[in-house]
């Protein structure tokens, strides 16, 4: 994954595993701004995990700079990586339109977050699983995947004809609940989102970072 570099530095690391959806996102960032960078799969549920050495939160992704300062979570890190290259800007620079593609992925991400709480809940013993939790956290994803129809409506992208933010937060969310829940029908209910990550797995910064695990 990591690719040629034209403004950072290489010693810059990310922590990541290779599922998260969220550490996706910020490899396909780097990976369509060309950062170069070392990837560190760390899986944070993992005994000997070194995470909360680098975000008190032991979370992931976590990206660690030149001077070893650690950034997180993956809002900051892609924000950082698009404001420090000038290459392929994925955020636009005034507000209005720059703060519609973060409404993008508040979206994506607050699907993810619910999503993955109930791929945790699910994996509790039976007994102790709470269904009422689970529906709570399921509706959320529907609701975000009607919301995500409803604003792409007929455009290509996101937030119109170009490539950006958005689209990746989208489509890190979509590849989630594909490979986390392949039993949910997102793709029959919502056609054109299907359209949509069909168009994104097109490009190697998406087919590359595929979840796997
Ligand atoms: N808001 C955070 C969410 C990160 C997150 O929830 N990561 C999960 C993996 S998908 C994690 O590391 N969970 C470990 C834990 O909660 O202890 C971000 O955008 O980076």
């Known amino acids: ?38 990837l560190i799969v760390d899986i944070p549920w993992n005994e000997d995990t070194q995470v909360p050495k680098y975000n008190p939160l032991g ?8 001077d070893g300062k650690a950034l ?9 990586l698009d404001s420090v290259s000038p290459v392929n800007h994925l955020l636009p620079k005034d507000a209005r339109p720059r703060i519609m593609v973060k409404r993008w ?5 607050g699907v993810c977050d619910a999503a993955a709480t109930v791929f945790l809940e699910k994996k509790r013993p039976a007994a102790q699983q709470n269904p009422d939790w689970i529906q709570r956290q399921m509706g959320k ?3 975000g995947l009607n919301a995500m129809s409803v604003d792409l409506g007929h455009q290509n992208y ?11 937060a989208v489509g890190c969310a979509l590849g989630y609940l594909e490979f986390r829940f392949p039993e949910l029908e997102w793709r029959r209910a919502h056609p054109n989102l299907s359209e949509l990550y069909d168009r994104l797995m097109l490009r190697p910064s998406f087919k590359e970072t595929v979840p796997v695990g």
């Open 1 to 38: 994954m990591p690719r040629k570099n034209n403004t950072l530095n290489a010693k810059m690391k990310l922590i990541a595993s290779l599922t998260s959806p969220f550490a996706r996102k910020v490899r396909i960032v780097a990976a369509e701004k060309f950062t170069e960078y070392e």
């Open 59 to 66: 979370k992931v992704p976590v990206w660690i700079m030149e």
């Open 72 to 80: 997180y979570d993956s809002r900051v890190i892609v924000e950082y």
């Open 105 to 109: 992925e508040a979206l994506a991400d």
């Open 141 to 143: 994803v529907f609701a």
């Open 158 to 168: 996101c937030t119109g004809e170009f490539f950006n933010l958005a689209d990746i």
